[in-house]
C-alpha cells in the first residue's frame, strides 16, 4: 500500500459566500494534493465548513432564519465552488455532523482528564467576527478611541461563565516545538511571529460559552457549548478517524500539512498543538500559513466595492486559466495581487502561446503529414538527447523537489523553462523543412517532440488537471500512466506505437483569452 499524505485545508467560515481567498486556498491545497497523488502517495484531502459559532447564530437572526438551515444553505455554496473549481477533496466535512461532536466531544475528555479543564468567569474583549479572545496588550486604536482587535475587527466586554484550558502550561512545550521543528510552522515569517507571541506569555483560554447554544454541547457541562476554535480544530482529527477508527488514525494521522491563511495562524500553531498535547496526541507535521490576495494591489472589501465572485472569474477566463494565474502568479507564502489584465496576459503567454501552441504544431504536423502515425525515433542525435534530458530534469527533479517544499510557482517555473526550451527546439530542427530534405530525421525530431509533450503534460497536472487530461487523451495516454513514474517508464513509446494508436487531428486546448469589454478601459 502506498505512502499515505493527509492534507487539509482550513475549513471555510460559511456566513457569507465564498470570495476569491478562498478559492486560492482550495486551488492551491488541490494543486499540493494532485502533486502527490501523481508522486504515487495514497492523499487524503479534507476541505469543508466550520458552521457554529456566535457569528453564524447572529447572521442568521439578522436573516430571520433557523441557523441550521443557513449553515445547510452556505454550506452548500462553499461545495459548489470546490466543484466548479476542480478541486479533488476526498471528504467535504460540515462541523454539524454528528461523528464530529463526538470527536469534539472525546477531545475535550481528553483534555479534561489530563487536568486542563476548569470552570471560571470570563471578563475580556471577544471579537464577534474572528470568534477570537484578546488581551489588552494585542488591542489596538480605532477611529474615535474604538477599541479594535489585531485585525481591525471590532471587540466588546464579555463577561460569563466559562471553562478554561491551561494554555499557560504549555508555553514552554510551545517554544521547544517551535525550536526543535522549525518547519512546523511555515513560512519562516510566521514562524518567527508566533515565537514572539508565545515569548510574551500565554493566558489561560476560555473554552466555552453559555450566551448561546449553537455548537458542541461541553460534556457534563449544562448550558455550555465549546469555543468555536476548539469545535473547529477538532475536524482534522474527525477527518482521520478520530476517536473510534483507530485503524485509520494510525494511517492518517498526524496529518501532513494543514494549509490555512496567515491570519489563523494563532490558532493553528498555539492552540492546536496545545490542545493535542493535552489529549496526549501527536501533532500535525506542517502548518503553512499562506498569504493574501489583492485585488490590483487592494485588500478586497464590501465598503470598497472591489469583493470579486470566484465562479465569476472562474466562468470568464476558464477555470484551468485561473487555477494557472493564481499558482504561476502568485509566491506562495506571500501576498499576491490579480487583475482580468494580468490574468489575461499570464495565461495567453504561457499557456495559450507556449505550451499550447508547441502542443498544437506538432499534433497538428504529425495528424496532417504521417496521418496521424506516431513518428519513428529512428537515430536521435544530441541535440534531440540534450532537449529530452532538459525536460527529463524539469519534471522528474525540479518539479517534484518544488512540489515537496510547497514551492508552487517555482515549480511551474520550472515546467515553463522545459516548455520554452520545446519551442526553441521545434524552431531550431524545423520539421517542417525536413520532410523534404530528410524525412526519417522528421520523424526522430517529431518522436523526441511527442515524448516531451506527454512528460510536460502529466508534469503539469496539479495545476491545470482538465486541460492536461484533454492533451493527455489525444495523446492515447492511459489514465493508470499518468504519473511521475510514468514519465519515467521506458518503453512506453514504443508500446503505444505497436498498439497502433493513431493521432486524430487536435481541438486546441488553451484558446487565446481576450480582455472582457468591461475591464478593457
Known amino acids: 500500500m502506498s505512502d499515505p499524505f493527509y492534507i487539509t485545508t482550513a475549513i471555510s467560515y460559511p456566513n457569507g459566500r465564498p470570495h476569491i481567498g478562498h478559492a486560492y486556498e482550495a486551488i492551491a491545497t488541490d494543486a499540493i494534493a494532485r502533486s502527490r497523488r501523481i508522486a504515487g502517495r495514497d492523499v487524503f ?30 454550506s452548500g455554496y462553499f461545495r459548489e465552488m470546490d466543484d466548479a473549481l476542480n478541486i479533488s477533496y476526498d471528504r467535504f466535512i460540515r462541523t454539524t455532523e454528528p461523528a464530529h461532536h463526538a470527536a469534539s466531544q472525546a477531545i475535550w475528555r481528553a483534555m479534561e482528564a489530563n487536568g486542563d479543564l476548569y470552570l471560571g468567569r470570563y471578563e475580556g474583549w471577544y471579537s464577534v467576527r474572528d470568534e477570537a479572545f484578546y488581551d489588552e496588550k494585542e488591542l489596538v486604536g480605532g477611529e474615535g478611541g474604538v477599541r479594535l482587535s489585531p485585525q481591525g475587527t471590532p471587540v466588546e466586554w464579555t463577561v460569563e461563565e466559562s471553562w478554561f484550558f491551561r494554555l499557560s502550561r504549555y508555553q514552554d512545550k510551545l517554544l521547544a516545538l517551535f525550536n526543535d521543528q522549525p518547519d512546523f510552522i511555515r513560512p519562516e515569517s510566521r514562524r518567527n511571529e508566533m515565537i514572539a507571541f508565545v515569548s510574551g506569555g500565554l493566558s489561560d483560554l476560555s473554552v466555552s460559552r453559555t450566551s448561546f447554544d449553537w455548537g458542541v454541547k461541553v ?22 478517524g478520530y476517536p473510534d477508527d483507530t485503524e485509520r488514525m494510525a494511517r492518517f494521522w498526524p496529518a501532513d500539512v494543514h494549509i490555512i491563511g496567515k491570519d489563523i495562524v494563532r490558532f493553528h500553531t498555539v492552540y492546536w498543538p496545545a490542545f493535542l498535547m493535552s489529549a496526549n496526541l501527536p501533532l500535525p507535521r506542517q502548518v503553512f500559513g499562506h498569504g493574501f490576495l489583492l485585488n490590483r494591489g487592494q485588500k478586497e472589501s464590501k465598503s470598497v466595492g472591489n469583493v470579486t465572485d470566484p465562479l465569476d472569474l472562474a466562468q470568464r477566463f476558464g477555470v484551468d486559466g485561473l487555477r494557472y494565474f493564481l499558482l504561476r502568479e502568485v509566491t506562495f507564502g506571500s501576498d ?64 517534484p523537489r518544488h512540489w515537496e517544499d510547497l514551492a508552487i510557482s517555482q515549480a511551474i517555473e520550472a515546467w515553463m523553462r522545459a516548455v520554452w526550451a520545446g519551442n526553441q527546439y521545434v524552431d531550431a530542427q524545423a520539421p517542417w523543412a525536413l520532410r523534404k530534405t530528410d524525412p526519417a530525421r522528421m520523424e526522430t525530431v517529431l518522436a523526441t517532440l511527442v515524448m516531451a509533450i506527454r512528460n510536460l503534460a502529466i508534469a503539469i497536472q496539479p495545476v491545470i488537471p482538465a486541460s492536461a487530461a484533454k492533451l493527455l487523451d489525444q495523446l492515447g495516454i492511459p489514465a493508470a500512466d499518468r504519473t511521475i513514474a510514468g514519465i519515467a517508464e521506458a518503453g512506453w513509446y514504443q508500446a503505444l506505437q505497436a498498439s497502433g494508436f493513431k493521432l486524430a487531428p487536435p481541438t486546441p486546448i488553451f484558446p487565446q483569452l481576450e480582455m472582457p469589454a468591461a475591464d478593457a478601459a
Open 45 to 74: 484531502f479534507m476541505t469543508g465548513t466550520d458552521e457554529h459559532g456566535l457569528k453564524m447564530a447572529q447572521t442568521a437572526r439578522d436573516k430571520g432564519m433557523e441557523v441550521a438551515d443557513l449553515a445547510t444553505e452556505m
Open 219 to 240: 460534556p457534563g457541562a449544562d448550558g455550555h457549548v465549546m469555543y468555536v476554535w476548539v469545535d473547529a480544530l477538532t475536524n482534522y482529527l474527525t477527518g482521520a
Open 336 to 399: 499576491g495581487s490579480y487583475s482580468p489584465e494580468a490574468i489575461v496576459t499570464r495565461v495567453n503567454a504561457d499557456l495559450a502561446k507556449s505550451f499550447g501552441n508547441l502542443a498544437q504544431r506538432v499534433l497538428s504536423f504529425i495528424a496532417k503529414n504521417l496521418d496521424g502515425r506516431l513518428p519513428d525515433l529512428n537515430d536521435p542525435q544530441p541535440a534531440d538527447t540534450e532537449f529530452s534530458m532538459l525536460v527529463a530534469q524539469a519534471t522528474l527533479d525540479e518539479m
